[in-house]
């Protein structure tokens, strides 16, 4: 089905503090120079006490009006992806829309780990494309601090902090949205996971701390074999060659799986937009963060064909071929 929406508009925040490599070192053993061969990661911001999921999606929200100048008024859904709201009900999205007294709106949370962001726009363009919906509010938001266990070298090295909010609107003659691939390997989910109510998976015992559990080794095999080949489904589907995208903005799970990512894909690192050295692992957030690091840096012009890919947990994974033409 052609496409009917347009991403117009995208605002993004990160926390104040800074959790530099340095810091790190105070506090489980590890270096600066380990982390950056492994990780390619420097810094990730951190929520403070008092930070939570839906603070951030506030100011990612209030950053996209004020770029843009935005009105929020007449939305009629808010689209939340996160996989750490503040409590498990009211969702994020009811947050939002106390917050900014938003009315006749529809609020709902979607949970796809760190294919959050791809997930949630391929919903937001069958929203708007079927003709439910005319402007969707999409927001990824996420304190994985907050569930980090800063006991494990592993895991606390990777994750940080952030929020980002993307406006879809129904445009028919602008479309942004060319291609989509989704994907699951639900027989991976013990290779990354959070506990909630259940302390046991496919009947074998799961840790229990509340923390990011995570095989690295087992889940950078899965994404370094998955990626290419979901990647040149959307080109076939799109009737695109590579030569044609001008970007491409991978999950910033680690700068070293990205570059495996490219090797095998044929896709040069000098084309790719990465969030992962100053803001690391932000699981859904990544992705605009990523864009707006793209914006800012004067790299990413209307106009301009992007081939976007989340993948983790779950193990989900999703990629998109879109046009970008912001307002």
Not at 9 to 16: D, N, S
Not at 151 to 168: H, P
């Amino acid at each position: 089905m052609q496409s009917k929406a347009r991403i117009t508009a995208i605002g993004t925040y990160v926390p104040e503090n800074r959790l530099t490599n340095d810091d790190l070192e105070k506090i489980v053993e590890t270096n600066d120079a380990w982390i950056v061969q492994r990780t390619g990661m420097k810094e990730r911001r951190i929520t403070s006490e008092n930070e939570f999921a839906s603070t951030l999606a506030f100011k990612a929200i209030e950053n996209l009006v004020e770029q843009y100048q935005k009105d929020l008024s007449d939305i009629d859904l808010i689209l939340v992806a996160t996989t750490t709201p503040d409590y498990a009900f009211p969702s994020v999205a009811c947050q939002i829309q106390e917050h900014f007294q938003m009315k006749d709106v529809g609020a709902l949370d979607l949970h796809a780990a760190c294919a959050g962001f791809t997930y949630g726009l391929h919903v937001a363009n069958g929203l708007i494309t079927s003709g439910l919906h005319r402007k969707i509010l999409f927001i990824t938001t996420e304190a994985l601090s907050k569930v980090t266990d800063y006991t494990d070298r592993t895991t606390c090295i990777l994750f940080g902090d952030g929020a980002a909010a993307v406006l879809i609107e129904k445009d028919e003659e602008m479309p942004s949205f060319i291609a989509s691939h989704i994907g699951t390997n639900g027989a991976g989910g013990k290779h990354l996971y959070l506990t909630n109510l259940s302390t046991t998976m496919h009947g074998s015992p799961l840790n229990t701390s509340g923390k990011i559990m995570q095989n690295g080794r087992e889940v950078y095999k899965w994404a370094s074999r998955t990626l290419p080949i979901g990647i040149e489904k959307l080109l076939q589907q799109a009737q695109m060659q590579l030569h044609d995208i001008d970007w491409f903005v991978p999950h910033s799970a680690n700068l070293r799986m990205i570059e495996s990512i490219c090797e095998k894909s044929g896709i040069s690192l000098e084309k790719t937009l990465t969030s992962v050295e100053y803001m690391g692992n932000t699981s859904s957030v990544s992705i605009p963060l990523a864009l707006q690091l793209g914006i800012n840096e004067g790299k990413l012009n209307n106009g301009d064909n992007l081939l976007i890919y989340g993948f983790g947990g779950g193990l989900t994974h999703a990629g998109l071929i879109i046009r970008w033409c912001v307002d």
